[in-house]
């Protein structure tokens, strides 16, 4: 079982920092997490093409960097998460948890016991392919192993301190993309809309004694993150860096009276 660099960051009293890769490349995957800017990459289940199959050469790709890997399957898909953990992935980031008892069903699918019930498997990247004394592995995972379930919707805010006082909770990740269309903002990310309630969810974490993360990928938001007390940020994405590219190619072209 890999030990978690994010939780060494925050035992440390640090700030883990994570990219999102889209691209489903290894030799991507290897390149990005060998940079020293990144703690942990995450890679999305719940939307996208990737398959459990695939990513498990991703996962790999950044394991071997030292990294650690954050996955997101659906809700509900426990089978799937199972999977991912088996795979390597030191952290699930949970989507649409709404109340304390989503929280804990979570949980008991992602921990084993007795914090949880997640099924046991020791022939997989996690177990050292069949290596590993089986109760070091399950101690290990335990305690290797965050969580982060996502504060997405106003009832989700709402909730916002139950859920991060479920036992098990590491984190609570605010998702101000689903949060903008689900309160009918529609609108941009930094509103003021969503900027309180980042601030409310962060405070409900930080009043739990657990950690929080969010969109940190503009110095603003970096700033505004850091201030609140934050301590993991969703630093980067290759799709938006990719853009940001292709803006810059077309601002360059434009000058030059080429486009």
Not at 82 to 96: C, D, K, S, V
Not at 209 to 234: C, E, P, V, W, Y
């Amino acid at each position: 079982m890999k030990k978690s660099l994010v939780r060494e960051r925050w035992a440390q009293g640090k700030v883990a920092t994570c990219a999102i890769l889209h691209l489903a490349d290894g030799a991507y995957a290897e390149f990005a997490a060998a940079q020293d800017c990144f703690d942990c990459i995450w890679y999305d289940l719940e939307h996208g093409p990737i398959s459990v199959e695939r990513a498990a050469d991703l996962f790999r790709a950044v394991r071997l960097q030292g990294k650690d890997v954050m996955a997101r399957p659906g809700k509900g898909e426990f089978m799937r998460m199972g999977r991912m953990l088996e795979q390597g992935a030191n952290g699930i980031m949970y989507p649409r948890c709404e109340n304390a008892a989503d929280a804990r069903e979570f949980v008991r699918w992602a921990k084993f016991a007795p914090l949880g019930e997640r099924g046991f498997a020791g022939d997989n990247a996690e177990a050292g392919y069949g290596t590993a004394d089986v109760d070091a592995y399950v101690t290990a995972a335990n305690r290797e192993t965050f969580l982060a379930p996502m504060v997405e919707s106003p009832t989700a805010l709402a909730n916002a301190g139950e859920i991060a006082e479920t036992e098990g909770v590491d984190m609570l990740f605010f998702g101000p993309g689903d949060y903008s269309v689900l309160s009918g903002i529609r609108g941009p990310l930094d509103s003021p809309e969503i900027l309180k309630a980042i601030e409310k969810a962060c405070g409900a974490a930080r009043a739990a004694g657990k950690h929080f993360g969010s969109l940190a990928i503009t110095d603003a938001q970096m700033n505004r993150l850091k201030n609140m007390g934050a301590d993991f940020f969703m630093t980067y994405s290759d799709m938006a860096a990719i853009a940001d590219s292709f803006k810059i190619t077309a601002s360059r072209l434009a000058a030059a009276g080429v486009r």
